[in-house]
């Protein structure tokens, strides 16, 4: 399979104020939220970061999307650096993550022609994908009407449409199915078997085990920053279930009883 992702210890540090070290029970200015993580991904491959609340995970996602710079380390996709050739990044990834806000005051059919238009695809072109996007996520009963009068799983739907409006070969979703009901929920889901099968790359970030379990084909822990495990599913649970597994790990690193 061809490498389609390659991390290389890409460390990323945050600035703390007096406030949030006390906050955080720490005795200096500067914390580490990326340490040192390397890892790679497949075509056609999805590949699943676990892990707690602030082990890292959002972080790592949002370097390899060039939203942030790491204070040191590289990744490449597809042969672009994140940092030296971020734009060239940009065309190649689609990104979704629970913190998008979509303006509330637009339409999502206004939303999806504006980022297609930053994007530079032609009005055909848009017309089709919206048509296909709009019509696979039950978006097209409500693409006139304003995102502030939408429910929270339809504003997903939204975004994670206007993620992927681009039709990119790799795509980054932190956390997709957050805040949705179990329909919505395996709308999501089923997509993401569907850009696997259409030989798409996917990075996906869940606290949802049996998502993980059921989409990926290789897992990477991460606990404190650093990347503990990474091989595949099947390796990793060791003959448990994954959410075994990772509780194991998580207690063997942290050295808590859980």
């Known amino acids: 399979m061809k490498e389609i992702l390659t991390v290389t210890n890409l460390t990323k540090t945050f600035k703390l104020s007096k406030k949030q070290q006390k906050l955080k029970k720490l005795n200096k200015p500067v914390l580490t939220a990326v340490d040192n993580v390397s890892f790679s991904s497949y075509e056609g491959e999805v590949f699943g970061l676990l892990g707690p609340n602030g082990a890292g995970k959002t972080t790592t996602m949002r370097m390899i999307a060039t939203l942030i710079n790491p204070v040191s380390g590289e990744a490449t996709v597809d042969g672009f650096s994140i940092t030296k050739q ?26 999806f022609d ?15 994908r919206k048509e296909l996007l709009f019509t696979k996520f039950g978006i097209d009963k409500f693409a006139e009407v304003k995102v ?20 990119p070969s790799f795509v980054i979703f932190d956390e997709p199915t957050n805040g949705l009901d179990v329909i919505s929920a395996k709308v999501v889901t089923d997509f993401l078997i569907e850009l696997k099968k259409q030989g ?37 649970k060791n003959g448990k279930t994954l959410e075994s597994a990772f509780f194991d790990i998580y207690a063997d690193v942290t050295k808590e009883v859980l």
Do not use: W
């Not at 065309?91 to 629970?98: P, Q, R, S």
């Not at 504006?114 to 089709?128: A, V």
């Not at 049996?210 to 495990?229: F, K, P, T, Y």
């Open 86 to 111: 971020p734009q060239k990044v940009r065309e190649k990834i689609g990104f979704l993550t629970n913190e998008l806000k979509l303006d509330e005051f637009f339409t999502p059919n206004y939303l």
């Open 114 to 128: 504006y980022f297609s238009s930053l994007h530079g695809i032609s009005k055909d072109k848009t017309r089709e």
């Open 148 to 167: 502030g009068n939408l429910s929270q799983g339809m504003k997903q739907k939204i975004s994670l449409a206007i993620s992927i409006v681009h039709d």
């Open 200 to 236: 798409k790359s996917v990075i996906l970030s869940t606290h949802i085990f049996n998502l993980a379990e059921d989409l990926c084909d290789r897992i990477g822990i991460i606990i404190n920053g650093q990347l503990v495990a990474c091989d595949t599913v099947e390796k990793v």
